[in-house]
């Protein structure tokens, strides 16, 4: 089964959570209207998803849309561990504040956690407060990577540049100033990213 593509995942997932708040699939109409797009746009987009046999739909019949969830489809428990600032440093909670279900075809690596953005600070590279950020646990990064630090026993949300005798955190909005330290600990690096449009 081929992978989806960034667009194609972020479909599926409105099309599971839409069945499973509403009990039936979403129209193409309305499809269209979550992400913006036209009802062709939306259509082809479907179109896709059922040739690399994510989903089935009847095509003479509205709201007939239906998830391929073989038994091979792994879902994977993603643990919440609280909120991370994209603008000045927070103090991290450590406490497990649930979890969210995604399948393992959306990823490429283990050793997955889950961080609530709080503020400001990234809204250039398209991250907002509120959004879940999925990442991998990982202690090192390549500079232009999207981290998540700890400074001094908080946690942030920054880009990551690593200079000849510290490292620069650099925020996506130019009313933040960049972060420089000499002594950080990477903790995870963004790989996903989860929006709710309510």
């Not at 109409?29 to 009847?58: T, Y």
């Not at 849309?65 to 600032?85: D, F, T, Y």
């Not at 202690?139 to 001094?152: F, S, W």
Request: a negative charge; hydrophobic letters at 40%.
């Amino acid at each position: 089964m081929k992978q989806m593509t960034s667009r194609q995942k972020e479909i599926y997932q409105f099309l599971e959570d839409f069945i499973e708040r509403e009990g039936y699939s979403p129209s193409i109409r309305e499809v269209g209207a979550h992400f913006g797009i036209s009802a062709m746009g939306a259509r082809d987009h479907l179109q896709a998803l059922e040739k690399k046999g994510f989903i089935q739909s009847g095509s003479n019949t509205s709201r007939s849309i239906v998830l391929n969830r073989g038994k091979e489809e792994e879902i994977l428990e993603i643990p919440i561990l609280g909120h991370v600032a994209a603008g000045q440093p927070l103090l991290a909670e450590e406490n497990l504040n649930g979890s969210v279900k995604l399948p393992a075809s959306f990823f490429h690596q283990p050793n997955l956690f889950a961080l609530y953005v709080e503020g400001d600070s990234m809204i250039g590279a398209g991250i907002f407060e509120g959004d879940l950020a999925i990442l991998h646990q990982q202690e090192q990064a390549e500079n232009g990577q999207i981290v998540v630090a700890m400074v001094e026993e908080a946690v942030t949300l920054k880009r990551f540049y690593r200079e000849k005798s510290r490292v620069r955190l650099q925020a996506e909005n130019p009313e933040y100033s960049p972060i420089y330290a000499s002594d950080i600990r990477i903790l995870g690096r963004l790989v996903h990213l989860i929006r709710n449009y309510e």
